[in-house]
T-cell receptor, first 115, second 111 residues
Framework: DTEVTQTPKHLVMGMTNKKSLKCEQH?????MYWYKQKAKKPPELMFV???????INESVPSRFSPECPNSSLLNLHLHALQPEDSALYLC??????????????FGPGTRLTVL | GQNIDQPTEMTATEGAIVQINCTYQ??????LFWYQQHAGEAPTFLSYNVLDGLEEKGRFSSFLSRSKGYSYLLLKELQMKDSASYLC????????????FGKGTKLSVIP
């Protein structure tokens, strides 16, 4: 299984809503990532989890809250978002650095629209 | 810091060969990645270079020169489905997780 899955594919939410994005992989990767991608821009790293611990937080606002319940799952909890947070949210996974070939495999993304 | 530069757009003809260049200036280096991204879809991994030279995978090849901070992706026998954005990404240092992307090159393949 070389697939990263994400749910939902599309999400529309109001600024007062609370929602969660989910990501799952079964490749045995111990590093998982959240990226944000705006139209016609490259993906921008938000968070990295390594061995289920938060390794990197790229100064992301607290209205985005990541969670890694186990080595296969990664969640992104959303609360009080702003319209400018509308974007494609990509999850990725890889082996940690030094643990083999560490290209990142991306999920299909969640297209988020904040009204 | 990271500075990764690639052309914004390119156009090529079906059946032809196209070369997409990427130059980088980084404070560390842990390999250079190429990804393909179709509009509205996730990036898909194409190639990885950590040593100088050419890596070939079917119609796609990638070249790296670390001393020059330069890479290219070569696409042969272009097909219409190759129309996509191509992202050059650099891993900045040993032990680092961060993959920093260039802004991407939008390739349009025309008949």
């Amino acid at each position: 299984d070389t697939e990263v899955t994400q749910t939902p594919k599309h999400l529309v939410m109001g600024m007062t809503n609370k929602k969660s994005l989910k990501c799952e992989q079964h490749m045995g990767h111990r590093a998982m990532y959240w990226y944000k991608q705006k139209a016609k821009k490259p993906p921008e790293l938000m968070f990295v989890y390594s061995y289920e611990k938060l390794s990197i937080n790229e100064s992301v606002p607290s209205r985005f809250s990541p969670e890694c319940p186990n080595s296969s799952l990664l969640n992104l909890h959303l609360h009080a978002l702003q319209p400018e947070d509308s974007a494609l949210y990509l999850c990725a996974s890889s082996h940690p650095p030094g643990q083999g070939y560490n290209e990142q495999f991306f999920g299909p993304g969640t297209r988020l629209t904040v009204l | 810091g990271q500075n990764i530069d690639q052309p914004t757009e390119m156009t090529a003809t079906e059946g032809a060969i196209v070369q997409i260049n990427c130059t980088y200036q980084t404070s560390g280096f842990n390999g250079l990645f190429w990804y393909q991204q179709h509009a509205g879809e996730a990036p898909t991994f194409l190639s990885y270079n950590v040593l100088d030279g050419l890596e070939e995978k079917g119609r796609f090849s990638s070249f790296l020169s670390r001393s020059k901070g330069y890479s290219y992706l070569l696409l042969k026998e272009l097909q219409m489905k190759d129309s996509a954005s191509y992202l050059c990404g650099v891993g900045p240092g040993a032990g680092s997780y961060q993959l920093t992307f260039g802004k991407g090159t939008k390739l349009s393949v025309i008949p």
